[in-house]
């Protein structure tokens, strides 16, 4: 349970008891003695209660002790009423002061204040309002004055630290180091960006077990609405139970520029209700380094977005090979390490319907684990070891990038790298590349929680060779739709298409497809039903029946079709020669189709 403790950076009716003038005086109300005390008003000079002529301004009183002589508070039409009201409306306590030689029966209103759980206090005829309003003045300025020098020194230190520019832990160490507790700094979602630890070794597991605890309790770090009536605290309590069995105090506040919400910074004690004034120096430290920690994380996320924004760039200036020069080329790859001599592969993946937070978490987590496999801008994927969803498939420090353009997830990796050494084994590349394509497929739809088409090109050597594979893999992914793939396919394995993409590319390919199988399109009007049954009975090898079946047509319709496609053709379907010419066409056609969906984005502007 969360509970608002703004009253505990103050001075509070418990400390104010302690002044000789006011100690050992209290008659009842001992439930309020934590009440917050900030000034000090006769009850004369109380502004009359809400009413019908005074809107509710919900607890008007708050941090006031009320001054009264007890006679009146005694002659009061009904003592209950009175204290129940001054408490509902937030009053600290209330100072009863008594008259030389007269002892009025109490006992009412003692058992009214303990009722409203208001402090009622016994004053001794020579403590008049001036004696007793300068006290609770001076104290209250005191402690406000000692909690501002607190709160600056604080500053001055974790300041001095951002300053500095050591990032998050920095700031995490140097606020355990002035708390004594433990420190965790959280980001939006509750994974733990930072830590220092005091007094506790757990592992990262517990650790964030941990935080994501606090950032539960703490409301997913979104600032709590201000206690009415007093002044907007920022830092909570909270009681949290540790994955090692432990009850934690914790003291968390939110972590935001201009309202919008970036996380949580705790201090975290090994104890239940630490001593009041230790708390309070935890709230102080809490307050002072969110702002600065809010700061800090701003600070990356725009060199992240920068860097991020570059990478993009330079990615996609690399798979569409619009470099303007050499010298250009040279020096982006030097600072991506991209090694120009080495053989690189591009996959390309058709997310599925998600949000775009969803497919830059996707796009994050190939980069992550790809770093997490070797070095540098990402790890190698290439080699033989066998990679879970979670870790990459790797063999070394090779160059890994991703990057989102639209609806499409492109990964650019290393496979080889240049070692005139080595003999080039093209099998084990191809085997590699299908290894990581499964492996990316994987990831994939666990991460988007969909189904995911993974298209991928023959690795190159080189800048040149980067555009090629995407090419390549473009055309494998346009292809996916229009003829049935593997939903992990390289273009490797469309070799007919491969076959037949020069051909397809000349004007002579193009006339061909469009002689053979204009009259079939033609004849059937605008349907085409003709070139699907020609097709279907192709594929199945000539077979009548199972094409009829394949297509849920009676024989004789089939048998039909045939007839009629033949006679479009003028050529006779069930001759071996007249089914590749079909089949050879619809080829070229279905390339062709793709290339010229593709063409806008393959080819570099003029």
């Not at 630290?161 to 980001?187: E, H, Q, W, Y």
Request: with cysteine; hydrophobic share 45%; charged share 20%.
């Amino acid at each position: 349970m969360a509970h608002d403790t703004s009253h505990k950076l103050h001075m509070t009716v418990e400390s104010l008891l302690a002044e000789p003038v006011l100690r050992g005086r209290l008659l009842g109300g001992k439930a309020g003695l934590r009440r917050e005390v900030t000034w000090c008003l006769p009850l004369a000079e109380l502004p009359p209660p809400p009413g019908a002529d005074r809107p509710a301004a919900g607890e008007d009183l708050a941090g006031i002790a009320v001054y009264a002589p007890a006679a009146e508070l005694v002659a009061a039409p009904d003592s209950r009423r009175l204290l129940s009201g001054l408490a509902a409306r937030g009053a600290a306590a209330v100072l009863a002061r008594l008259q030389q030689g007269i002892e009025p029966d109490l006992g009412p209103l003692m058992r009214a204040a303990d009722t409203a759980g208001l402090p009622l206090v016994r004053l001794a005829p020579e403590a008049d309002y001036h004696r007793v309003g300068r006290l609770v003045a001076v104290k209250s300025i005191a402690d406000t004055a000692h909690v501002l020098e607190y709160s600056v020194r604080v500053h001055r230190t974790l300041g001095e630290v951002f300053a500095a520019g050591s990032g998050l832990p920095a700031l995490a160490r140097s606020m355990a180091t002035l708390s004594g507790g433990s420190v965790l700094i959280l980001d939006r979602g509750g994974e733990l960006l930072a830590r220092a630890e005091r007094d506790r070794a757990a592992s990262d597991a517990e650790w964030q077990e941990l935080a994501d605890a606090v950032h539960a309790k703490a409301g997913g770090g979104r600032p709590h609405p201000p206690h009415a009536g007093h002044h907007h605290v920022a830092a909570r309590d909270l009681d949290v139970a540790a994955p090692w069995g432990e009850r934690l105090h914790v003291v968390c506040a939110p972590v935001g520029v201009a309202g919008e919400p970036y996380g949580t910074v705790a201090v975290v004690e090994p104890v239940l209700a630490p001593e009041s004034h230790a708390l309070a120096q935890h709230r102080v430290i809490v307050e002072q380094g969110a702002p600065l920690v809010a700061s800090e994380i701003l600070r990356q996320r725009s060199v992240t977005e920068a860097e991020e924004r570059s990478r993009d760039d330079f990615l996609d200036t690399l798979v569409h090979g619009r470099f303007t020069d050499a010298h250009e080329l040279e020096a982006r790859s030097r600072h991506y390490r991209f090694d120009m001599d080495a053989r690189h592969a591009v996959f390309v993946v058709a997310m599925p319907a998600a949000s775009a937070a969803r497919a830059q978490a996707v796009q994050r987590a190939v980069a992550g684990a790809a770093d997490a496999a070797g070095g540098g801008a990402g790890g190698g994927p290439g080699g033989t070891g066998q990679g879970a969803a979670g870790a990459a498939p790797g063999h070394g420090k090779g160059f890994t990038m991703a990057t989102l353009m639209g609806r499409l997830l492109v990964v650019v990796a290393e496979f080889a790298a240049a070692d005139a050494a080595a003999p080039f084994d093209a099998q084990a590349e191809k085997t590699a590349l299908q290894r990581y394509g499964r492996w990316l497929h994987r990831l994939v739809t666990g991460r988007a929680d969909a189904a995911a088409q993974i298209a991928y090109g023959r690795a190159a050597t080189g800048a040149a060779g980067v555009a090629a594979s995407f090419r390549e893999a473009r055309i494998t992914l346009e292809l996916s739709g229009r003829v049935q793939v593997p939903e992990v396919c390289g273009y490797a394995e469309l070799r007919v298409f491969a076959a037949v993409e020069e051909a397809a590319a000349s004007a002579q390919g193009r006339e061909f497809a469009r002689e053979v199988l204009e009259p079939l399109r033609r004849a059937d009007g605008q349907t085409g039903n003709l070139e699907q049954v020609v097709l279907a009975y192709i594929a199945e090898s000539g077979n009548l029946n199972a094409a009829a079946r394949r297509l849920q047509l009676h024989r004789n319709t089939m048998l039909y079709k045939l007839e009629r496609a033949s006679r479009a053709l003028q050529m006779d379907v069930r001759s071996a020669e007249t089914q590749f010419t079909v089949w050879l066409a619809h080829r070229i056609q279905t390339l062709n189709d793709s290339l010229r969906v593709l063409q806008a984005e393959l080819s570099p502007p003029a």
